[in-house]
């Protein structure tokens, strides 16, 4: 079993910026592949990035490539997502899930889930 604990929401301006962070943990944890993803209030859960157990090739959503980046700390057990140039309509719940079969898009394909960040960008 892994769990998952995001950090780092808040409220920003837009075009300002924030750090997510995921810390995972887990009597079995090893390096697996993670993503982020995020849901607006009455929409579904959108993919944001992922990145694989070896941290290479992160994948992003067209709508974030250029100003949200994925990396990961094995050390710490943590992935982080720098999110830069914040836009209103990232508003939303952003989660990070861990362990996914392919393909990496699509959020039923993933095993484990955190609680959650919000993130408010006010316009």
């Known amino acids: 079993q892994v769990q998952l604990v995001e950090s780092g929401g808040g409220l920003v301006q837009a075009g300002g910026s924030l750090r997510l962070a995921c810390a995972a943990s887990g009597r079995t944890f090893r390096p697996v592949t993670m993503g982020w993803f995020r849901q607006a209030p009455g929409k579904e859960r959108d993919f944001v990035a992922a990145?694989?157990?070896?941290?290479?090739?992160?994948d992003y959503a067209d709508s974030v490539k250029g100003r949200f980046t994925i990396s990961r700390d094995d050390a710490k057990n943590t992935v982080y997502l720098q999110v830069d140039s914040l836009k209103p309509e990232g508003t939303a719940v952003y989660y990070c899930?861990?362990?996914?079969?392919?393909?990496?898009?699509?959020?039923?394909?993933?095993?484990?889930w955190g609680q959650g960040t919000q993130v408010t960008v006010s316009s």
């Open positions: 899930a861990a362990d996914p079969k392919l393909p990496l898009r699509l959020s039923r394909r993933y095993n484990y």
């Open positions: 990145i694989t157990w070896s941290g290479n090739t992160p």
